[in-house]
């Protein structure tokens, strides 16, 4: 028995939806612990493409046992149309789905305080996917947020209802001049949701801990990035959660020491999503093919993603602070027609050399990163999915990363698909 935390490693988009659909085959449940649906993760099978926002991608595997836990804000909007599109598409979504009674929910005036404040900012603007997931875990920390266990109490949530709407309708109307909402109807709409959800809350803490106690394999399914979690991301250019391995304690309700492995997405270059320092963007041609070999488009929103050169000290810092064990290196075949492809190993900032990823948003903004590097293989590993069939060149540069990462590497993804994986070592 194991239980695994997986974690991007970057700004997000590392490839998570794959890896873990990839880890379900050996688990029992699969749990999300943060963030809503700003998260897309992808996964495909056979012909199928799906993207995965709120549900665990394990969803997709019959006989799993997916839970949303505590640390999740759901949109039950969003929760809901997810399962009735992946009902449309043949998938259970019964009694193999598990809600928190804890997790907190986004509420239409989240929306309407994120667009507002996101307008007021400009240009520093944190790009945000417009889901309402700030103001919900604000208010979560402010205490008056609403939880799934509260909406589905109609009394309880009409009550803390009345005075959030007053209260926000308030900051809407002064502060914005912006619309607010009418009592009754968020009222109303909601009821209709309470209705949908309620057979799949429990208490999913002792859930997963029973499951751990039987030794079922518990499978932690994180969303977003390291450098985009609240505490140790570019901040405030982050989401509103812990993104990183602590988070999965935490937002599950799980203790440190039931885990036995920390896995890190790790992309094969950088990319990112919304505003905010990137020392390694590549606003040339390169960019451009990273960005269209690697169809860098966003699972959620559809913007751009943002492309560059893999950021070594970024990506070693990620492995200190969620305690990796395991990498999975995705997206390599992306690379595959680069004559020269480069590593930041370092930062030079007002003459000053910096081998640690600097905390202050204005050297990380400023800095100018240094790069050592390598030939490009030039050769297709698209689907391979034995290490020794790999192009020596390839070798080289997996070879060079775990060095500067310093963490073995134990899957490695050469495409979209299940199959087109090289597993060096079954983690669970
Ligand atoms: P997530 O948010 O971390 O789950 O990642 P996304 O799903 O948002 O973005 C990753 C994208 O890369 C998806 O379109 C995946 O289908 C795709 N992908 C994952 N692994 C590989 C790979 O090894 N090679 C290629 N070419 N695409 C991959
Ligand atoms: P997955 O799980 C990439 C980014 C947004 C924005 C910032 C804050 O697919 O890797 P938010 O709506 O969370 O308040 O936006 O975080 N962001 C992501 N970027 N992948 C994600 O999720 C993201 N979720 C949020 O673009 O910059
Ligand atoms: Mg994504």
């Known amino acids: ?124 603007r944190i790009g945000t996917t417009g889901r309402g997931i700030g103001p919900t875990y604000a208010d979560k920390m402010a ?99 812990n993104a990183t391995a602590g988070g999965a304690c935490t937002g599950t309700g799980v203790g440190p020491t039931k885990i036995d492995r920390v896995l890190g997405v790790v992309k094969a270059y950088t990319t990112r999503v919304g505003s905010g320092p990137f020392p390694t963007e590549l606003k040339d041609k390169t960019g451009e093919f990273l960005r269209e070999r690697g169809r860098e488009y966003g699972a959620t929103t559809g913007r751009p993603r943002r492309c ?24 390599l075949d992306v690379l595959d027609d680069l004559e020269e492809i480069k590593i930041c190993t370092g930062y030079m900032y007002n003459g000053r050399r910096y081998d640690e990823l600097p905390s202050e948003l204005k050297i990380l903004e400023g800095c100018e990163p240094i790069y050592e590097s390598l030939e490009g293989w030039k050769v297709s590993t698209s689907g391979i999915s034995r290490y020794d069939d790999l192009p020596q060149k390839a070798k080289a540069y997996i070879n060079r990363l775990k060095e500067l990462i310093s963490v073995e590497i134990t899957i490695i993804s050469t495409g979209f698909r299940r199959d087109e994986t090289i597993t060096l070592r079954k983690i669970f």
């Not at 099978?45 to 759901?74: A, D, Q, R, T, W």
């Not at 949908?196 to 029973?210: A, E, G, H, P, Y």
């Open 1 to 124: 028995m194991s239980n695994i935390i997986v974690t991007g490693a970057q700004w997000g988009d590392e490839g998570k939806g794959k890896i873990v659909d990839l880890l379900t085959i050996d688990a029992d449940y699969i749990v999300r612990y943060q963030g809503g649906h700003n998260a897309g993760h992808t996964v495909v099978i056979g012909n199928k493409e799906f993207i995965l926002h709120l549900i665990p991608s394990g969803i997709l595997h019959p006989g799993k046992k997916c839970v949303i836990g505590n640390g999740v804000v759901i949109d039950p909007h969003a929760l809901i149309t997810e399962i009735d599109a992946l009902k449309e598409r043949g998938i259970e979504v019964k009694d193999n789905l598990f809600i928190s009674g804890r997790a907190h929910i986004i509420m239409p005036y989240h929306r309407a305080i994120e667009k507002e404040s996101e307008k007021l900012k400009g240009s520093l």
């Open 143 to 241: 205490r008056v947020g609403i939880r799934v266990a509260d909406l589905i109490d109609s009394e309880v949530f009409k009550d803390k209802l009345k005075i959030n709407i007053q209260e926000m309708n308030y900051f809407l109307d002064k502060l914005y001049s912006a619309k607010g909402f009418i009592l009754d109807d968020v009222y109303n709409e909601y009821m209709g949701y309470a209705e949908r959800l309620r057979n799949f809350v429990v208490d999913t803490s002792l859930l997963i801990n029973k499951a751990i106690d039987e030794g079922k394999n518990v499978l932690f399914e994180g969303a977003q990035g390291t450098h985009l979690d609240v505490d140790h991301g570019t901040y405030p250019y982050v989401t509103s959660s």
């Open 308 to 331: 560059g050169w893999f950021d070594a000290p970024a990506t070693s810092y990620a492995a200190k602070v969620n305690g990796f064990t395991d990498i999975a290196l995705t997206k």
